[in-house]
């Protein structure tokens, strides 16, 4: 399986922010949304930076509530990891688990083509072995 199968299942949609938006504007919208992370856009939807929420938490207990009023600028993660619709989804579970994130952009290029979460390859894993069970249990069956 690869990155594309998971974005037509789930669709392209990306939530981004504005990298002179607040952490407080960026935690507003990560529990309105109900998602765990956003993608930092600059000039043309490039991307420049994510924000998750373990970002968020790591700043605040660093900084207190004051953080909460800095912008993206100064906080973000600007060193994104992305890939591609053509990478497997065994090499985005390598990337993810080794560099211990749990959001992926998917680029088209320089652009945003969509995001992959920890949550979207687990739930792909578990269908295809489901559907690996079915037909060995198929397979079985008609032996």
Do not use: N, W
Request: aromatic share 2%; net charge positive.
């Amino acid at each position: 399986m690869i990155v594309k199968d998971i974005l037509t299942a789930k669709g392209r949609e990306v939530a981004t922010i504005s990298p002179t938006a607040t952490l407080a504007d960026a935690a507003k919208t990560l529990a309105e949304r109900r998602i765990g992370a956003l993608v930092v856009t600059g000039a043309g939807k490039r991307v420049i930076g994510i924000v998750s929420e373990r970002d968020i938490v790591r700043i605040l207990a660093a900084r207190g509530k004051a953080a909460l009023g800095l912008s993206l600028t100064e906080v973000m993660t600007r060193k994104v990891v992305s890939c591609v619709e053509t990478d497997t989804v065994s090499a985005i579970m390598e990337h993810m688990t080794s560099g211990k994130f749990r959001h992926i952009p998917v680029l088209d290029g320089e652009r945003l083509a969509g995001i992959i979460s920890i949550g979207d390859v687990v739930k792909l894993r578990l269908h295809e072995m489901e559907t690996e069970q079915s037909a060995l249990r198929d397979y079985i069956q008609t032996a």
